[in-house]
């Protein structure tokens, strides 16, 4: 499996990103797909998640109702739509597929642990 995240940039506070993840592999339909960030200086944290048997969706506490994550399965995408940007969302942004056929709990998909593939990281800058 493959990953290839998209869709960084520079943006200012209150504004929308779109990042993008495209992934390969005939079995993109069984993957959990999770979205992860690191700041500089800071570990990497969860962000966001989708699971693979029913599209549920599982947020941080610091991004929801600002972030929403989807997935579209016939193009082997899975989206982060970010809106109301703020300074402390800036980070490195990577995609991440578990491709366990196993229900996690939400606590445990929110450890890198249980994805074991990565996309490469796309950088997001909000400025003040």
């Known amino acids: 499996v493959q990953l290839q995240a998209s869709g960084g940039g520079l943006v200012q506070a209150g504004g929308s990103l779109r990042l993008s993840c495209a992934a390969s592999?005939?079995?993109?339909?069984?993957?959990?797909m999770g979205w992860f960030r690191q700041a500089p200086g800071k570990e990497r944290e969860f962000v966001a998640r989708?699971?693979?048997?029913?599209?549920?969706?599982y947020y941080t506490d610091s991004v929801k109702g600002r972030f929403t994550i989807s997935r579209d399965n016939a193009k082997n995408t899975v989206s982060l739509q970010m809106n109301t940007l703020k300074p402390e969302d800036t980070a490195v942004y990577y995609c991440?597929?578990?491709?366990?056929?196993?229900?996690?709990?939400?606590?445990?998909?929110?450890?890198?642990?249980?994805?074991?593939?990565w996309g490469q990281g796309t950088q997001v800058t909000v400025s003040s």
């Open positions: 991440a597929a578990s491709t366990y056929r196993y229900y996690f709990s939400d606590s445990d998909y929110r450890t890198s642990s249980v994805y074991n593939y």
């Open positions: 989708i699971l693979w048997k029913d599209a549920s969706t």
């Open positions: 592999g005939r079995s993109f339909t069984s993957y959990t």
